[in-house]
């Protein structure tokens, strides 16, 4: 069972950049790493997803080492609206079904 | 609709009482996810779905819970002589998985049921 390590909660303030680092020490060679925000009272939202290297949307960058042993959130100048919790995940293959399991997720604070 | 449907968004019950909650997925998603969030908690796992089977039912808490999706769309998860620690936010989520060698899946959320049991 692929199982990942976030930081319980990060404090930024607005305009700042803010990296949120994901452990996943057994991630499997077919799985991939996803990104998803949520807001309270509100389901988790996709954000990015990645499998090596580096993928940037309009709403973050997502940076994966060559051993795929953790990966890096990256949101570029933050503001109150970003306040969340994120969750990274990694697929879990399991008789040949994907079962995706939420970690504890990172509380981002921004504040003004 | 456009996106994933949860009913009730809220659920007041007593404690003892059976509770059906409601997920209508994205039409054509063929993977359904149910997760339950405890106030300030992560996501727990609870059941997934691919077409109308469960091949994964080990997030279920006890055999209180039990969940069915019928013509690869709605899902229901029962949970039966309700307790006030099943007190929660239950999620739905779906997607269209995609098979192959490499593997990736974007889950869609509902907006939740919370329930409270009294």
Request: with cysteine.
């Amino acid at each position: 069972l692929a199982k990942t390590t976030q930081p319980i909660s990060m404090d930024s303030y607005e305009g700042q950049e803010v990296n949120i680092t994901c452990s996943h020490n057994n991630i499997a060679t077919n799985d991939y790493i996803t990104w998803y925000q949520q807001f309270p009272s509100q389901g988790p939202r996709f954000i990015i997803q990645g499998y090596k290297t580096k993928v940037t949307n309009e709403v973050a960058s997502l940076f994966i080492p060559a051993d795929r042993k953790s990966s890096t959130l990256s949101l570029p100048r933050v503001s109150l609206s970003d306040t969340a919790v994120y969750y990274c995940l990694v697929g879990d293959d399991n008789t040949g079904f994907q079962k995706l399991v939420f970690g504890t997720g990172t509380r981002l604070l921004v504040s003004p | 609709g456009a996106g994933v449907s949860q009913s009730p968004s809220n659920k007041v019950t007593e404690k003892g009482k059976d509770v059906e909650l409601r997920c209508d997925p994205i039409s054509g998603h063929t993977a359904l996810y149910w997760y339950r969030q405890r106030l300030g908690q992560g996501l727990e796992f609870l059941i997934y779905f691919q077409g109308n089977s469960a091949p994964d039912k080990s997030g279920l808490p006890s055999d209180r819970f039990s969940a069915e999706r019928t013509g690869e769309s709605v899902s229901t998860l029962t949970i039966q002589r309700t307790q006030q620690e099943d007190s929660a936010v239950y999620l739905c989520a779906s997607s269209s998985v995609r098979r192959g060698m490499t593997y990736s899946e974007k889950l869609f959320f509902g907006s939740g049921t919370q329930l409270s049991v009294l």
